[in-house]
C-alpha cells in the first residue's frame, strides 16, 4: 500500500516563496497521476496541479504561473514550488494520488499573511 507524506508549510509574507515535498513510500512510479490539493477554511477541497507519470501538468487557473510541480523518481519524491504567494493561498496542503480510493493525510499548513 503506498503512502504519501506531505510536509514544507509554513508562515510566508505575500510575494514569498515556499516548497512543499511529498514522500511517497513505494514506488513513484507506481501512481499513473499525482498532485496537491488544498483545502481553505470554509471552502472545499480543490486540485491545485497533478502531474502524471510521464510528466503531463495541469495547473488550477488561480496559480498559473506561480505554481510548479514536478516528481523526482529517483527520490520518490513530489514537490510543489510555490512562488509569489497571495494571501488566497492560504490553506491546508495536500499530496495525493489520482486514484480510488483517496486516503487524505494530516496536510501542512500554509499561512500567507500580511
Known amino acids: 500500500q503506498v503512502q504519501l507524506v506531505e510536509s514544507g508549510g509554513g508562515l510566508v509574507q505575500p510575494g514569498g516563496s515556499l516548497r512543499l515535498s511529498c514522500a511517497v513510500s513505494g514506488s513513484i512510479n507506481s501512481i499513473v497521476v499525482m498532485g496537491w490539493y488544498r483545502q481553505a477554511p470554509g471552502k472545499q477541497r480543490e486540485s491545485v496541479t497533478t502531474i502524471t507519470r510521464g510528466g503531463m501538468t495541469n495547473y488550477a487557473d488561480s496559480v498559473k504561473g506561480r505554481f510548479t510541480i514536478s516528481r523526482d523518481n529517483a527520490k520518490n519524491t513530489m514537490y510543489l514550488q510555490m512562488n509569489n504567494l497571495e494571501p488566497e493561498d492560504t490553506a491546508v496542503y495536500y499530496c495525493?494520488?489520482?486514484?480510488?480510493?483517496?486516503?487524505w493525510g494530516q496536510g501542512t499548513q500554509v499561512t500567507v499573511s500580511s
Open positions: 495525493n494520488r489520482n486514484a480510488w480510493p483517496m486516503n
